[in-house]
């Protein structure tokens, strides 16, 4: 059953109504406005505006920055990772930590400036002590990485660690078989492999990652005609 949000919202506003005044509601009610048209969005921007103040799930609560992610707007190659952790949260921008270094390193190695490419995450707000996300925020989140996607409208998408790819190619396939495969996002192509902290806790992996990332360069290239 879809939930109602906008409907919550407002009964819960009306008992706020009570105690606060009119002010607050009034300000309450132009948020949540905002949250329900974020699909009418033309632009990243208008978007990153639309959403960014997100209360649509607990981790809202808890994060100290949204992080809607980062890069070229009109990308080709579209790069997605689970969410944001302690360094991403602090600083408001995906892959800053340590495995976002070894994730700039890995663009570097298939000729890629991390301005070139779009980068992004499942969940836009940090899980508390980076646990994984739990079903309901993945389901709440996914409808911004949606229109993040329709208007970015890249040619190829590299999923980033199990959780992206499941969440991305569907399925209950391992990450172990989607890798190195190509699936169809509606007629986007899309890849998968190791998520880059999860190379910094296993080394002897990141030879699976080299080939993986450079079969994603030659499906770019393929595609772009660069
Ligand atoms: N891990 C992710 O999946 N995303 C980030 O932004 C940082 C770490």
Known sequence: MKTNIKKLFAEAMKDQKA?????????VEVKIE???SFDNATSLEELNNLICNCQKCELGKTRTKFVFGVGNPNADAMLIGEAPGADEDKQGE???????KLLNDILIAIKFKREDVFIANTLKCRPPNNRDPHPLEMETCRPYLDKQIELIKPKVILCLG???A????GGKLALAKMRGEVFDLNGIKVMATYHPAALLRNPGWKKGCWEDV????KLYDELTGK
Do not use: C, H, M, T
């Open 166 to 169: 499941s969440q991305i190619i």
């Open 94 to 100: 995906p892959f800053v930590g340590r495995a976002g």
């Open 19 to 27: 105690i606060f005044g009119d002010d607050l509601y009034d300000s």
């Open 34 to 36: 905002q949250l329900e």
């Open 162 to 164: 199990r959780i992206a």
């Open 214 to 217: 450079q079969k994603f360069r």
